[in-house]
Structure formats: C-alpha cells, structure tokens
C-alpha cells in the first residue's frame, strides 16, 4: 500500500501483510515521523478531525481509545534496509544503557522494548539479528517469560536468524551448556555487562563459524 504523508509530502510503501485485515495500525513517516492511521482500505491522519476539546469525529477513534499499535500495541518503525537491528529489552532506559552501548559499537542500531508487549510488538513486524533480555523483565523470570516463549515458537528458520542474549546475576558468562539449555545463544552474568562489546564480538564471531558450516552442510544436503 502507498502512503502519502500529508505533513511533509512524503510518498512510501507499507507491506500489505503488515497491515492485519480488520484492524488499524499507526504508522510513522520515515522522514518527518508524522503519525498516520492505516487500515486494509486506506489512511487517515492520527487524531483527524479532532476538536479542541480533543474529540475525534465520527468513526475515527483516537489511539488511546483503541487503536492497535502494530500488533500487539507497537508503532510501525521503518529501518534502512540492510541495517542490523537489534532490540534490547529493559522497563528502565538504566537497564538498557550499557546493552545499548555494545550493540552500538558493534554496528546495530539499537531498538528499545519497554516492555514485553512493545518487545513481542516489534518482533512481529520486524526481523532483529539480536535481541537482548535480562532476567525479570516485567517482573517475570526466563521460565514464565512470554517473551521468550514467542520467540520458542517462532519457525526454525526465523528464529535461527536470531541471536538470542539472556543477562542474569545466576549465570556465569559464555557458558555455552547453560545457553543450551536456555534456547539462547549467549548468556552474560550482570557483573559482566561493562564488558558486553568484548564478549558480543567473541560470541558473535563464535556463531557466525558455527552458522557457516550448519548453512554448508543443509546445502550440501539439499535443504538449504
């Protein structure tokens, strides 16, 4: 679907199966971030129609009143194509500083989820290369983790393109059996985050190895 943003006069392009039938999303405008409402039938202007008092016309409801961000409650970012994307998960900007700083300086951009229903909201609607949680996000451990558990669902072949990172004062760092068994790819004690750019490059530089041979083997058996 074409968009026209009314605000800038920009022209550019929503995937049609981003777009839920029966169901509204806000987009952003990737060049002046103006906010726009777009359904399966078309657009309008966030808060069109609005009086002073705020009230929106007829059949146009405003976003607090319902309008679904994304999915699952996320505004529809637009990304550089070919950038890395990595989103970190955190309900405090705190929790995410040092994280933030790694990823950075290792060449994603950097995506913070606030909380688990913005983090599954971004993940429905865009592909993240990494994605970061501690533990007790939302005041919930790794095992009850709905986060965790939608990414466990995901197919093989979407969630293998991710590099899962678990953060926990209860692990040891780089303990790859522990990250076996958590269904993650790298685990990071806390006390160790300071030195997060230093164990993302060795860990990531570890799985592209492993991911080379995994992918030269599947071609070689014609699964790939």
Same mark, same amino acid.
């Given at each position: ?37 777009? @359904? ?69 951009? +950097? $995506? ?16 993240? @290369?990494?994605?970061?949680?501690? @533990?007790? +996000? ?24 991710? +590099?899962?990172?678990?953060?926990? @004062? ?16 790298? $685990? ?37």
């Amino acid at each position: 679907m074409e968009i026209h943003c009314d605000k800038c006069g920009a022209n550019f392009n929503v995937s049609d199966e981003k777009i839920p039938k029966g169901k509204r999303v806000i987009v952003s405008c990737p060049k002046c971030k103006n906010r726009l409402t777009v @359904d399966s039938l078309g657009f309008k202007k966030e808060k069109a129609g609005a009086d002073a008092a705020g009230k929106a016309e007829p059949g146009v409801k405003k976003p607090e009143e319902g309008y679904a961000y994304g999915e699952e409650g996320t505004a529809l970012e637009f990304y550089e194509e070919g950038v890395k994307l990595a989103l970190v998960t955190g309900n405090e900007e705190g929790q995410v500083e040092k994280p933030k700083k790694a990823v950075e300086g290792l060449g994603y951009r +950097f $995506v913070w989820g606030r909380n688990t229903r913005e983090a599954i909201g971004k993940l429905r609607l865009h592909h993240f @290369d990494m994605v970061i949680v501690p @533990d007790g +996000f939302d005041g919930i451990g790794f095992k009850d983790s709905p986060l965790l558990q939608f990414l466990n669902h995901l197919s093989m072949s979407v969630r293998r393109r991710i +590099f899962l990172v678990l953060v926990s @004062d209860k692990f040891t760092t780089m303990d790859n059996m522990m990250a076996f068994a958590m269904s993650a790819n790298l $685990v990071v004690n806390v006390k160790d985050l300071d030195k997060m750019t230093a164990v993302l490059k060795k860990a990531l530089a570890d799985h592209e190895k492993f991911y080379k041979v995994f992918l030269d083997t599947l071609i070689e058996v014609g699964k790939a």
